[in-house]
C-alpha cells in the first residue's frame, strides 16, 4: 500500500458544481495534512492546511479530515474553469520505528472544469 | 514562489556528463528540499537539508548528491546523468517551527532532459 493514495481521475465538473477530491493515507499517527493546486507546467502551490478532525473552510474551499478513516478530502463549490488542475494531497508519514516524519505526495488528480 | 529562484530552468545535458541544479530562497528558512516529479509516481524526495552542512537522503537518491554551504543555496549533483534522471525537478522550503513535517513551499522548477 502506498503512503498517500488519490482518487486517479481525471474529474470533469461542470461550472459552478462541487467538486470532491479525496485522499487516503497509510500512517494512522500522521498530524499534518495539505492539499496542493499544481497547474500544468507550473510548480505546486499550497492551498489548505490541516491539522484537526474536522472541516476548515477557507473561501470556496473546504479541507475535511476524519483520523479514524485515514481520510482527508478537498471540496471546492462554485467551481470555475480556472480551478481546473491537478491537485495533490500531502500528509506527513513517520518512519519505520520512529516519531519523526516527512511528507508524502500523492500522484494527484487531475480536475477539469468545463463552461 | 515564496522567495525561492531555481537555476538553470531548462536544461538539455549528454548521458554520462556532470550536472548540477541551483536553488535559492530568500526566506532565511531552515529546511530545503529537492523532489523530481515524473509522470506516474508524483513528486518524490530526493534529497533535504535542515541546516548548514547537514543533509540526509530521500526515497529516490542514488546517482544525486547535495550541498548547502550556506542558509540560502541548496545545490543538486548529478554525479553522471542518465536517460532515467530526465525529469522535473523542484526545490521546496519550510520553516524550521514546522520540521521537516511541515508547510512546504516550492520553486518554479528546473525541466532536465538528458540525451
Known amino acids: 500500500q502506498k503512503e498517500v493514495e488519490q482518487n486517479s481521475g481525471p474529474l470533469s465538473v461542470p461550472e459552478g458544481a462541487i467538486a470532491s477530491l479525496n485522499c487516503t493515507y497509510s500512517?494512522?499517527?500522521?498530524?499534518?495534512f495539505f492539499w496542493y493546486r499544481q497547474y500544468s507546467g507550473k510548480s505546486p502551490e499550497l492551498i489548505m492546511s490541516i491539522y484537526s478532525n474536522g472541516d476548515k473552510e477557507d473561501g470556496r474551499f473546504t479541507a475535511q479530515l476524519n483520523k479514524a478513516s485515514q481520510y482527508v478530502s478537498l471540496l471546492i463549490r462554485d467551481s470555475q474553469p480556472s480551478d481546473s488542475a491537478t491537485y495533490l494531497c500531502?500528509?506527513?508519514?513517520?518512519?519505520?520505528?520512529?516519531?519523526?516524519?516527512?511528507?508524502?505526495f500523492g500522484r494527484g488528480t487531475q480536475l477539469t472544469v468545463w463552461p | 514562489d515564496a522567495g525561492i529562484t531555481q537555476s538553470p530552468r531548462h536544461k538539455v545535458t549528454e548521458t554520462g556528463t556532470p550536472v548540477t541544479l541551483r536553488c535559492h530562497q530568500t526566506e532565511n528558512h531552515r529546511y530545503m528540499y529537492w523532489y523530481r516529479q515524473d509522470p506516474g509516481h508524483g513528486l518524490r524526495l530526493i534529497h533535504y537539508s535542515y541546516g548548514v552542512k547537514d543533509t540526509d537522503k530521500g526515497e529516490v537518491s542514488d546517482g544525486y548528491s547535495v550541498s548547502r554551504s550556506k542558509t540560502e543555496d541548496f545545490l543538486l549533483t548529478l554525479e553522471s546523468a542518465t536517460s532515467s534522471q530526465t525529469s522535473v525537478y523542484f526545490c521546496a522550503i519550510s520553516a524550521g517551527t514546522s520540521g521537516l513535517d511541515g508547510e512546504q513551499y516550492f520553486g518554479p522548477g528546473t525541466r532536465l532532459t538528458v540525451t
Open positions: 500531502a500528509v506527513n508519514i513517520r518512519g519505520r520505528g520512529s516519531t519523526l516524519g516527512r511528507l508524502y
Open positions: 500512517d494512522r499517527g500522521s498530524q499534518s
